[in-house]
């Protein structure tokens, strides 16, 4: 989540101050590797492609698996449609693979490791 609020500094300019609220499930993980901060020069974008949104799933279960990551329950049905063992599938741009799935109960899981999340 992110709050903002502006402060005005004179009748010509004003400052924008951005404060970023943890999401609630990033305190279940830890992260080892500092936050890095990039600085660019402004370029504007003329074109980009965003991607296509086949299916908007909702999470089941997220929770610790045995080799230090996490497996993640995902209810979905239209990507299960042809779906097999190893397979990707796309989660907010992170393709990730799937350990198991369920077309009846119209459910897929995925491993997430550490270096995933």
Known sequence: KITS??????????????????????????????????????????????????????????????DSGFDLKVNAKTVLDGVNLGDSIAVNGTCLTVTEFDTKASDFTVGLAPETL
Do not use: D, M, W, Y
């Not at 951005?18 to 074109?47: D, M, W």
């Open 5 to 66: 609020s502006t402060h005005h500094k004179s009748h010509n300019s004003q400052i924008t101050h951005l404060r970023f609220k943890p999401s609630p499930i990033r305190t279940l993980f830890h992260f080892t590797h500092k936050p890095i901060s990039l600085r660019t020069n402004a370029v504007s974008v003329q074109c980009l492609f965003t991607g296509l949104v086949e299916e908007i799933g909702t999470v089941k279960q997220i929770g610790a698996s045995p």
